[in-house]
């Protein structure tokens, strides 16, 4: 077997691993939690039980007993053959992925003031995998970097010019490898090459965002300097009227307060008062639960009138696609949303979008419907592998 490819997601409490053969084929997924605490555990997905990180549960222990683990399964013999990163910032340097050199390193280091709370513990991750594999190329792929083909009109906010030059201030746009993704296995369902192809590319899950694609390319998305901004997400707000921060301000609270509830107390979560997940939600709202109702509703217009919105930026449309965690199983959200939006044309068939679209192929519009509607599972580490595999291997300079 050849060497595999190693996927690292680094969070700043968590260590996300996965492993795909140079064929695309996943091999094992791997979680590290509570990282850097004395309850910092590794869990195989599919697999009951867990086992404590020794030392100090550090992101480095927690990778080297990973690499231990997969030895043991005879997953990996001496070392992979290339290893993606996912990083969430890469500012307006990083176009596409980059095979990672000193310089690359401090590219992602000077993105750190956009993203502050992602950047840095993505680096430590790379640095740990490069202490563990100095000879193994390592290429690292930019939740951004999709959404650089952004025309102007779309990325700039309505505000003086000096806070772009100055500060960077403008919109980024974040999911990038999941739209990607999405464009690229929408356009082999639809059996079009990829740079004829135009959606508008729906992610739900905890953080939800929507991209209007034209041709293969981001040409509009809803998050923007932050990912705070756009859709009703699990615990963020989306859009809010920015003259919140002054009414709120004036009620006595605090930026870092105001910042805190839009990300963390907000959304699904504010809106029902009981939780983000959207599973629990709908079947409270069965029940009659007020709060779970308000916020499925809530969440569903918003989606609605971004997607109505993401039409500004396209000619044509060959599909709406649904993907992410609350967008690829919740039936129920999919109806709700397409509900507002007879006027684009667009209809489901019940029983294939209960279904989920698996038992039809990813399709799930009505007959009469203007535009396909799909349902893609997303696989954000395989765009990283695939990455890894073209950056790393195949144009290693
Ligand atoms: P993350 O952004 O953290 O990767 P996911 O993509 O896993 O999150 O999405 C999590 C969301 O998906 C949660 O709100 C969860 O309730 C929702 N979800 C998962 N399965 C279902 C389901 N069967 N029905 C409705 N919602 C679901």
Not at 116 to 123: E, T
Not at 171 to 181: A, D, E, I, K
Not at 318 to 333: C, P
Request: one cysteine or more; glycine letters at 10%.
């Amino acid at each position: 077997m050849d060497d595999p490819i190693l996927v690292v997601n680094c969070g700043s409490s968590s260590l996300k691993i996965a492993l795909f053969t140079c064929q695309d084929e996943r091999l094992i997924n791997i979680l590290a939690e509570n990282l850097s605490t004395p309850t910092a555990r590794i869990r195989i997905s599919g697999e009951s039980g867990s086992t404590p990180v020794s030392g100090g549960g550090s992101h480095y222990e927690a990778l080297n007993e990973i690499i231990g683990l997969l030895r043991q399964r005879g997953l990996i013999a001496d070392a992979p053959a290339a290893i993606g990163h996912r990083v969430v910032h890469g500012g307006e340097t990083f176009k596409e992925p980059s095979l990672i050199d000193a310089q690359v390193l401090d590219a992602i280091r000077s993105c750190s003031a956009l993203a502050p709370l992602h950047n840095p513990v993505n680096l430590v991750g790379i640095e740990a995998a490069q202490q563990l594999f100095p000879g193994t190329p390592q290429v690292a792929v930019f939740d951004t970097a999709f959404h650089q083909t952004l025309p102007e009109h779309a990325y700039w906010y309505g505000v003086p010019q000096r806070y772009y030059r100055d500060w960077g201030v403008r919109r980024y746009g974040f999911h990038g490898t999941s739209h990607q993704f999405m464009a690229e296995e929408a356009a082999r369902l639809l059996g079009k090459p990829v740079s004829e192809t135009s959606l508008i590319s729906a992610h739900l899950g905890n953080g939800c965002s929507i991209t209007a694609i034209r041709d293969g390319k981001s040409t509009d998305t809803s998050m923007g300097l932050t990912p705070l901004e756009g859709l009703v997400m699990g615990t963020r707000s989306g859009d809010v009227d920015p003259g919140l921060f002054d009414f709120l301000s004036k009620k006595g609270l605090a930026i870092e307060e105001i910042n805190r509830v839009l990300n963390r107390e907000s959304g699904l979560l504010g809106l029902s008062g009981e939780t983000n997940d959207m599973r629990t939600l709908a079947q409270l709202a069965e029940e009659g639960h007020a709060g779970a109702r308000l916020a499925i509703e809530v969440f569903c217009f918003r989606l609605a009138r971004y997607i109505g919105a993401m039409t500004a930026s396209l000619s044509s449309l060959d599909a709406l696609v649904f993907t992410g965690g609350i967008g690829e199983n919740s039936a129920l959200v999919r109806h709700k949303t397409l509900a507002h939006l007879s006027l684009l044309g667009l209809t489901l068939d019940e029983e294939r979008n209960r279904g989920n679209g698996r038992l039809s192929e990813c399709r799930i519009e009505g007959n009469a419907s203007r535009y396909p509607v799909l349902v893609i599972p997303t696989n954000e580490e395989l765009v990283i592998a695939r990455a890894a595999v073209t950056h790393g291997l195949q144009n290693p300079t």
